[in-house]
């Protein structure tokens, strides 16, 4: 299939044919959206679960698969991004829940689910010394961001082009994790408050000299080293020991933001590294599925939140640490060593290496990365290295190809990423490919002569 124009109608023509399938197939999902939006902006309430014509609305989960509110089953590679790294209904996490439940939902107390937890995370990661939790990532962020200025007694933070921070104003600012469809368009994203310095990956030595430029009144970097919602695109490791020797030099702390990708490795994406940030914020998987968040880092820096200490930080939050969370969240890290995490890796890269042998043999210009256990469909093509290249993509083919595997029994999210889980094997590695292989013998054909 060559030649521009020809291209982009057949594209444009798969597209067609693949929304007119789903609409077919999905009646139950279109009338939720239909009478939803009576009570909720669109029908959602959650802007990255969106996609056109209307969200895939799921009924139950069990193990790798989902059904759907019209009773069809399909596999999940999109496991609420990332979070359900057992599946669904995995058994250790339903029985902690179910037990916790029986002693109570919450307290306005400490609880030894709590430190249970906390030690769990500390061990694994060696830069956390200390640690709190929050309910989600966005408040962890920002609470890291808060502790940042107490501790510094600075102004301004500094954040990545690319890196998605939550859905306060500073994570989305600067275009927030700018995938499609994760609010680069929103208008909260076009402006750049003054206390945010936004910096581009593509411009090392800029960046560098922008970091000594602001110093004086910087608190903070703020960096996802691996991109996740910008499609898994992984800052170049040499840039970030750059900032972090920089940051060091000039009392600058560095946050890293591993929310999404702490899924890639035991220790996080730090360990794979080598580097040590002053904090790190978590969530996501470290709550087994319920509401979390994390953050903690350096002894000296997190110690500020000490209530037995004169004129501490007061952070409050009636959800903070509540054993139901907690509770699922032991269950699932402890389900989750180091061998689960290698080959989840292989996994991914299996399936990344099936999609990919597909797309070369029809010629389409789109290919998979893969990394830790997570990959990424670009609509490009060669994978793009950087946030700026990804932002070209074909987003028409991008739509196809994600509606194209949904129609074929297939989730990943709307930003074409997926991941692995422990309960995949290879037999799921083939489906995908076979799935793919089905999407474009089916809305990619050459137009007839
Ligand atoms: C890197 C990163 N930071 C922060 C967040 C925000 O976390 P939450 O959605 O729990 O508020 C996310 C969510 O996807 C994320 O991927």
Redesign the pocket.
């Known amino acids: 299939m060559t030649g521009a124009p020809q291209w982009q109608d057949a594209v444009a023509r798969g597209l067609d044919a693949a929304i007119a399938d789903y609409r077919r197939d999905n009646p139950g999902s279109a009338r939720y959206r239909e009478t939803a939006a009576d009570v909720l902006p669109g029908g959602g309430t959650r802007s ?1 679960y969106h996609f056109a014509p209307f969200p895939l609305v799921l009924a139950c989960g069990s193990g790798d698969r989902v059904s759907d509110v019209d009773g069809r089953t399909r596999l999940d590679l999109n496991a609420n ?1 990332g979070v359900s790294v057992h599946g669904h209904g995995f058994a250790p996490i339903v029985e902690a829940v179910r037990a916790q439940s029986e002693r109570g939902f919450c307290f306005a107390a400490p609880n030894p689910l709590e430190a249970e937890l906390a030690r769990r995370i500390c061990e694994r990661v060696p830069s956390i010394e200390l640690l709190r939790f929050t ?7 920002m609470a890291a961001l808060s502790v940042a200025r107490a501790f510094t007694g600075r102004r301004r933070v500094a954040k990545l082009h690319g ?5 306060s104003d500073f ?1 989305t600012a600067n275009g927030p ?1 700018s995938a499609p469809d994760l609010g680069s368009n929103s208008a909260r994203a076009a402006a750049v408050p003054a206390d945010i310095l936004p910096l581009s990956v593509d411009e090392p030595d800029r960046l560098v000299a922008s970091l000594r430029e602001a110093a004086d009144d910087l608190a903070a970097v703020v960096v ?1 080293p691996v ?3 910008a499609g898994l695109i992984q800052v170049p490791p040499e840039l970030l020991a750059r900032i972090r020797s920089v940051t060091q030099e000039l009392g600058i702390l560095l946050i890293f ?5 702490f899924r890639m490795h035991r220790g996080g994406v730090q360990s794979m590294l080598g580097l040590r940030p002053d904090l790190t ?1 978590l ?2 998987l470290i709550g087994g599925g319920l ?3 994390a953050f903690g880092g350096r002894a000296d820096i997190m110690g500020l939140f000490d209530p037995f200490r004169e004129g501490a930080i007061r952070l409050a939050g009636t959800y903070n640490g509540n054993p139901m969370t907690m509770a699922a969240g032991i269950a699932c890290l402890d389900a989750l060593e180091e061998a689960d995490f290698t080959r989840m890796d292989h996994l991914a890269q299996a399936l990344a290496g099936a999609g990919n042998a597909v797309l070369a043999r029809r010629v389409v210009p789109a290919s998979i990365v893969a990394a830790g256990g997570f990959f990424c469909l670009h609509a490009l093509p060669r994978p793009a290295r950087s946030h700026a290249q990804l932002l070209q993509q074909d987003q028409a083919l991008h739509r196809l190809l994600h509606l194209g595997l949904i129609n074929e029994g297939v989730l990943v999210t709307p930003t074409g990423m997926g991941v692995v889980s422990t309960r995949t094997g290879p037999a799921e590695v083939d489906e995908f490919g076979a799935a793919l292989e089905r999407v474009l013998a089916r809305y990619l054909r050459p137009a007839q002569a």
């Open positions: 990255s991004f309910s989600s990532g966005t408040e962890a962020v890196g998605y921070h939550g859905s994570g994790g996802e991109q996740g919602a933001d591993e929310v999404m990708m914020v969530g996501k509401p979390v968040g």
